[in-house]
């Protein structure tokens, strides 16, 4: 079946310091959303990238999805220590059902 | 606007017991998902509800079941619970069946079996 990686599976960084997580999916995708997952909470949607070549902006936060609409990144620029949390991407193949990536769980030292 | 609701947080069962968990979907949402979400990783698509009917399953066997009511809100229920299943459980929902502006999800639904 579909799978969905995302690397990498931890990283720790100075605040301030820039991040980025990547997600692979063995399939072609139809969309590819974003989440981000406090500790001890639940996920709470970011976006969605369709196109092909696709770049989103929201602040610090900059997405893409690939040409061949396999795999999708997320780059942070200047992390503070409220971006901490695990980063899901969730991957759909054009059924009802989204994927979830295996996350990348970001901590932020001050 | 209220978001989504889940009923109860935390439940501890034995093994072999049923359990019904519950879901009051956001306001203006038809379409309810349930995910479940061992620790550490990522969540693992159960299956999905659209106009009372289920329209989507992930890999999950027949003793998950669920039910959507004509308000959108949704159980889930687990027959014959096995230590495996010990994880939270998410309710998602959203606007249409693609959730094509994301899913909300609710807090969850911490569940343990001993």
């Known amino acids: 079946g579909q799978q969905v990686m995302q690397i990498p599976q931890y990283q720790h960084v100075q605040e301030g310091e820039d991040f980025t997580t990547y997600c692979n999916s063995s399939?072609?995708?139809?969309?590819i959303q974003w989440y981000k997952q406090r500790p001890g909470g639940h996920p709470v949607f970011l976006i969605q990238l369709v196109k092909s070549g696709e770049v989103k902006k929201q602040k610090r936060l900059t997405f893409q999805f690939g040409e061949a609409k396999k795999n999708s990144s997320l780059h942070i620029t200047a992390t503070q220590t409220t971006d901490v949390g695990t980063y899901f991407c969730?991957?759909?193949?054009?059924?009802?059902?989204?994927?979830f990536g295996t996350g990348t769980r970001l901590k932020v030292l001050a | 606007e209220t978001g989504v609701t889940q009923s109860p947080t935390h439940l501890i069962k034995t093994r072999g017991q049923q359990v019904t968990l519950r879901c009051s979907s956001q306001?203006?949402?038809?379409?309810v998902s349930w995910y479940q979400q061992a620790l550490g990783q990522g969540p693992q698509f159960i299956f999905q509800y659209y106009r009372e009917e289920e329209n989507g399953r992930g890999n999950f066997p027949p003793r998950f079941s669920g039910l959507q009511f004509p308000n959108y809100s949704s159980e889930l229920n687990v027959n014959a619970l096995e230590l495996d299943d010990s994880a939270l459980y998410l309710c998602?929902?959203?606007?249409?069946?693609?959730?094509?502006?994301?899913?909300?999800f609710g807090s969850g639904t911490r569940l343990t079996v001993v």
């Open positions: 969730a991957a759909n193949s054009g059924t009802y059902k989204y994927i």
């Open positions: 399939t072609t995708l139809s969309n």
């Open positions: 998602a929902s959203s606007l249409e069946q693609g959730a094509s502006y994301g899913y909300t």
């Open positions: 306001s203006g949402h038809n379409t």
